[in-house]
């Protein structure tokens, strides 16, 4: 009996970017509309961060944060995507997201207490739209998708835009959250941070697909893979998915990066599964070189700009820190009071049993 021979049909991606390595343009075409103030910002925010992720190590290896994911590396994606939204935007954050939702209007010191586990770092301020960063790998896709959708159906002018890694990439909420969004027509940005490795497995051996990208075909709604070392290459296409996003054509943003540092600070060691060649090679595409080099170029940036914005960040932090030490500690009856807005008998029967035990 004669067989059949099925051709494999791959789609291809090719990587956006606007800034190669050495800071130069090789999309002039692509150049988003920024002043020079708001170039200046975007560095200012990435030079912040970097120097904040550097302290938030020290402070955790000090015993004085809890679960920490470092971003070195990462600040491109995050900050560049963050940078093309508007306030009234929704952010639902993986775990790794928290510059993002500190740029959108969460205190620097909640994000603290946030890694402590305290209750109050997971307490939003009105008017800050977002929601707490999410443990369960790719389970704020499908929220996402929920998100957007009612944001449609309230007939607001807003998007919600959702992060997780490549890993996150691999999980059923992934698919599940984009496929609902593509059918109905919501207004959502995935946005998938491919720093190569879920801890230690490194993407080509999590799926066989070329790219991640191109996973939103079966969607239904657009994808594109993006050089996330480039943060005017992220701004760009973050700017045009939400664009596509409020006229009901979600995206699926690849942003291929890479990150210095461990997955968390809770004992990964990444010379276990990394090598020093490759570390090295993704050093010299580091965001911050790059993006320094072309505000020089153009006379908007200089040593003395960038130590004011480092002097600024360790004054802002040991600030953030210090609110967040003068927190009251949390007790147990603390966690049952804000579990409900109006407790079950049972619990107000604990309530009171653990108000009496810290009483004494």
């Known amino acids: ?62 015993g004085r944060l809890g679960f920490y994911a470092p971003v070195a590396g990462q600040e491109a994606s995050m900050i560049g995507s963050h940078y093309a939204l508007e306030k009234e935007d929704w952010i639902l954050p993986g775990y790794r997201d928290v510059p993002q939702v500190v740029w959108h209007g969460l205190p620097l010191y909640q994000a603290f207490l946030y890694s402590r586990g305290h209750f109050h770092g997971g307490q939003i301020p009105e008017g800050v739209n977002i929601l707490p960063p999410q443990i369960i790998i790719g389970a704020q896709i499908v929220q996402a998708a929920g998100v957007a959708l009612g944001l449609k159906r309230r007939h607001q002018d807003n998007v919600a835009i959702t992060y997780t890694g490549d890993g996150g990439a691999s999980q059923g909420d992934f698919y599940e959250g984009m496929n609902f969004a593509g059918a109905y027509e919501a207004p959502a940005i995935f946005v998938v941070q491919n720093n190569q490795f879920a801890i230690s497995v490194p993407v080509e051996e999590q799926s066989a697909a070329k790219t991640i990208a191109q996973k939103a075909v079966a969607a239904g709604i657009h994808g594109v893979q993006v050089d996330g070392m480039d943060i005017l290459a992220m701004y760009s296409v973050t700017e045009t998915a939400r664009k596509n996003a409020l006229n009901g054509e979600p995206t699926l943003i690849e942003s291929v990066c890479y990150r210095y540092g461990p997955h968390t600070m809770a004992g990964d060691d990444p010379t276990r599964y990394r090598t020093e060649e490759l570390d090295n090679e993704w050093e010299k595409k580091d965001p911050l070189i790059r993006f320094r080099k072309f505000l020089e170029d153009k006379d908007l940036w200089n040593e003395d700009k960038e130590n004011e914005v480092v002097d600024q960040a360790k004054a802002d932090i040991k600030e953030a820190i210090k609110q967040a030490d003068d927190t009251p500690k949390q007790k147990a009856s603390d966690l049952i009071e804000i579990m409900y807005e109006k407790l079950p008998q049972n619990l107000q029967e604990q309530l009171e049993e653990y108000r009496e035990k810290e009483s004494k």
Not at 1 to 20: C, G, N, R, Y
Not at 45 to 54: G, N, P
């Open 1 to 62: 009996m004669a067989t059949k021979t099925i051709e494999q049909v791959e789609s291809h991606f090719e990587m956006f970017q606007i800034l190669d390595e050495n800071g130069e343009v090789v999309n002039k075409d692509a150049m988003p509309d920024l002043s020079d103030e708001q170039l200046q910002e975007i560095m200012r925010r990435m030079v912040y961060t970097r120097i904040w992720d550097q302290r938030a190590i020290s402070l955790n290896r000090q």
